[in-house]
């Protein structure tokens, strides 16, 4: 014991949810999927939620008649599966990379624990709940009165991250046209030739990759009768 009687007590580290986020300790693993890899299937047991360090998801959707529908494109930094907080026992989509990914699994347990005993979390995670939400609004006006030009050109920057903090990536990973189509909600033939009309006027480029530009803006900023847009 030191002098004076005193005990030594050591700091404790704060909460950073970024560092709880980055590595792998109780209730959590870091798993990598490939490209067209599934994650969790439609149906299977909600027991976790997941996090994307690197990578795109796709949310899919089958209805008992087999038809199947892009419900969502997810980005670095985002949540998914988070309806088992929710009580939800069984998934309501099926997820899968649409590009190799590295992906944090929190187990139901420890994702209530952190978001009731972690406040700096609770924001982490609130904040993403509301911009999805404002997301998935976007997303059913952009169905309801955008032409599919529009909304084709919304998911390339949505993809490129255009809109969200840090720098675009302007190089988007190769999404197939017929993957595109069903996110446009349109046929491939139309994807293929919007795809060709934005590369006429210099709103995207093919060089290894999609780059998607910036000008692409105008697009989805223009007035449906601009002589821009095609309509449906």
Request: glycine share 6%; aromatic share 8%.
């Amino acid at each position: 014991m030191p002098k004076g009687g005193s005990l030594l007590r050591t700091k404790r580290t704060p909460f950073d949810p970024q560092s709880f986020l980055a590595k792998v300790g109780t209730g959590r693993t870091l798993t990598a999927y490939r490209k067209n890899q599934p994650i969790f299937a439609q149906g299977e047991p909600a027991d976790s939620l997941f996090y994307i360090q690197k990578g795109k998801v796709k949310l899919t959707v089958v209805s008992r008649h087999g038809k199947e529908a892009i419900v969502a494109v997810l980005a670095p930094a985002d949540f998914f599966g988070e309806g088992c907080l929710a009580g939800q026992p069984r998934r309501m989509a099926t997820a899968s990379a649409l590009v190799d990914c590295s992906i944090v699994r929190i187990t139901k347990p420890m994702a209530i624990k952190v978001i009731r005993d972690q406040p700096k979390f609770s924001e982490l995670f609130l904040t993403y709940l509301l911009s999805r939400n404002i997301r998935i609004e976007e997303d059913l006006v952009d169905r309801l009165f955008n032409s599919s030009e529009k909304r084709l050109a919304r998911i390339l920057l949505l993809l490129a991250n255009f809109g969200k903090e840090g720098r675009p990536e302007q190089v988007i990973p190769k999404v197939s046209q017929e993957t595109l189509a069903e996110m446009v909600g349109t046929t491939r033939a139309r994807v293929n030739f919007f795809m060709n009309k934005f590369r006429k006027l210099g709103f995207v480029s093919y060089d290894g990759g999609m780059e998607v530009h910036s000008s692409l803006l105008d697009v989805v900023l223009h007035d449906s009768d601009s002589p821009t847009i095609q309509q449906k």
